[in-house]
């Protein structure tokens, strides 16, 4: 099963990568009351490492609040 999520793993990100570096032509991007002009490459790996970095907040938020108190601390 290891071995399995580990190919997985690899070939989600290999796709990532490649969908990143097909994606090239600048980009007009609204945030707030700025307006900025990227690659689309670097809003899409944007995206994806703050989706990633709230995905594993959150799944640690969960894994805190399920653990038992300790009696005696």
Excluded: C, H, Y
């Amino acid at each position: 099963m290891e071995r399995f999520k580990l190919i997985a793993t690899t070939v989600l990100a290999l796709l990532g990568v490649v969908i990143i570096l097909q994606n090239t032509e600048p980009v007009e991007t609204k945030l707030l009351f700025l307006s900025i002009t990227m690659p689309r490459a670097f809003l899409l790996m944007g995206t994806t490492l703050i989706g990633f970095a709230l995905g594993v907040l959150v799944s640690l938020f969960f894994k805190r609040k399920d653990k038992p108190a300790k009696i005696g601390q």
